[in-house]
């Protein structure tokens, strides 16, 4: 294994204008790569920690010069020179380092930026595709299907000033067979969406944080039955061509025991709301349906609903091995969403993964609502053997660099879509 010569931090801007961090990364033989870490809005409690410097005259607070300045300084101090036999041995050394439980101290986001950029160097090493590159990280065979493409379409909740209580309705083009054929399918639901919107409540195509349209919605009611209508209008049938994903986000509307969702519901009448969308829209996965600190109740949604989508955890899961097991343990879920930046390095991310996977449990990689022109998330839902992706809605450039990427990752390998994984585990 090379070693280590240079590593370098930058504060740099996401998609909402707010700091971020990148790492360059550079091994001795000249391999250098740099990676950029996404930020989410809808952040679950038990996520790793960004190290913000809280300096109010500046991005209010949100400034991520201390964790630039991480990497450049002790990150790079106590780095270079060496050499790691592979990426667990680094991730290890980042996670030693800062000392504490959830990267607080030298920042989940610095150290994240480090995790990948020292992964993306040794794909460059190695000349391999980064796909290819991370496929070996995780132990994983070559990669055999591309994810399937789950798009945003309606957006509430964190991503859109809170309109409505859930957070994204997306579209899932069940029936495509090449992420070509998904994009241009969604691409025309979105469009017909955008019209919808304009005649149903005056709404021009604006977008929120990930793309998605954001009409006033009277009721959750209401967002799913322009969704179902869309698809329509565009010319397909709804459950059979494409279908509907649902990311409630329910921690965030989630208080004393109860869903504030418009009326206050119990988590027993809440699971009941839910049961009744699955009757009326051709839904296929309900993420974070529940709160994340609700554990008893989830084992009630997925036996309830689990025979019919996928019960996809994701504040409940924080792509986190202790959250995942406790899950797994108390059949609370069918799916893992995974965020690298919940958990901080792609080692820790990697068990996750093989955990959902022993599990039995459907895998969607997932980008953020804060997120950078960087796609390496693309090569990573490949290289991991994602059954879906899910990036945000098919506009704006931080989100269509990941799918163009797919486009380019699908050219060079020819490797056909997963299907949508079989329900009722
Ligand atoms: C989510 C994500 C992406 P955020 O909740 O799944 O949509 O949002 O990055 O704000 O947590
Ligand atoms: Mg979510």
Excluded at 38 to 56: C, F, I, K, M, Q
Excluded at 154 to 182: M, Y
Excluded at 228 to 247: H, K, Q
Excluded at 365 to 384: H, P
């Amino acid at each position: 294994m090379p070693t280590i010569e240079e590593i370098e931090g930058l504060e740099i801007l996401d998609s909402r204008g707010r700091p971020t961090v990148q790492a360059t990364l550079t091994l001795t033989g000249a391999a250098r790569a740099r990676a950029q870490v996404p930020s989410g809005a809808s952040t679950g409690g038990a996520e790793a920690r960004e190290l913000r410097d809280g300096d109010p005259s500046r991005y209010n607070g949100l400034g991520c010069r201390r964790a630039a300045e991480n990497l450049s300084g002790e990150i790079r101090a106590t780095a270079a020179t060496r050499s790691f036999p592979d990426q667990a041995a680094f991730d290890r050394f980042l996670i030693d380092l800062d000392g504490t439980p959830d990267k607080r101290r030298l920042g989940a986001n610095a150290i994240l930026a480090a995790s990948i950029a020292f992964a993306r160097a040794h794909a460059v090493e190695r000349n391999l595709p980064f796909y290819r590159h991370l496929a070996d990280v995780a132990a994983l065979p070559r990669p055999s299907t591309l994810p399937r493409p789950t798009i945003n379409l309606f957006s509430g909740g964190k991503h859109a000033g809170g309109q409505v209580a859930i957070q994204d309705v997306l579209v899932v083009p069940i029936r495509a067979t090449s992420t070509d054929e998904a994009l241009a399918v969604v691409a025309a639901v979105y469009a017909a969406a955008a019209d919808l919107s304009l005649r149903r409540y005056g709404s021009r195509a604006l977008v929120a944080d990930e793309g998605g349209l954001a009409p006033a919605f009277p009721s959750p009611e209401a967002m799913l039955d322009d969704a179902t209508t869309a698809i329509s209008l565009a010319g397909f049938a709804p459950g059979e061509d494409v279908a509907l994903a649902v990311d409630v986000a329910a921690s965030h509307f989630y208080e004393h025991g109860r869903y504030r969702i418009d009326d206050t519901l119990t988590p027993t009448a809440m699971i009941g709301r839910i049961g009744a969308w699955l009757d009326s829209y051709p839904i296929v996965s309900i993420e974070d349906g529940l709160a994340e600190e609700d554990w008893a109740s989830w084992p009630l949604l997925r036996q309830r609903i689990g025979q019919r989508a996928l019960v996809l955890g994701d504040d409940l899961l924080t792509t986190n091995p202790d959250r995942i097991r406790r899950a797994v343990a108390a059949e609370a879920a069918t799916a893992l969403l995974l965020k690298v930046n919940q958990i901080g390095t792609l080692t820790e991310a990697a068990t996750a993964l093989g955990l959902a996977r022993s599990a039995g449990w459907s895998v969607t990689v997932s980008a953020r609502s804060g997120e950078t022109e960087d796609d390496w998330l693309a090569d990573l839902a490949v290289g991991w053997g994602g059954d879906q992706i899910k990036v945000g809605s098919i506009a704006r450039s931080e989100r269509l660099a990941k799918y163009n990427r797919l486009l380019e990752i699908e050219a060079e390998t020819g490797l056909p879509l997963a299907g949508w994984p079989r329900t009722g585990r």
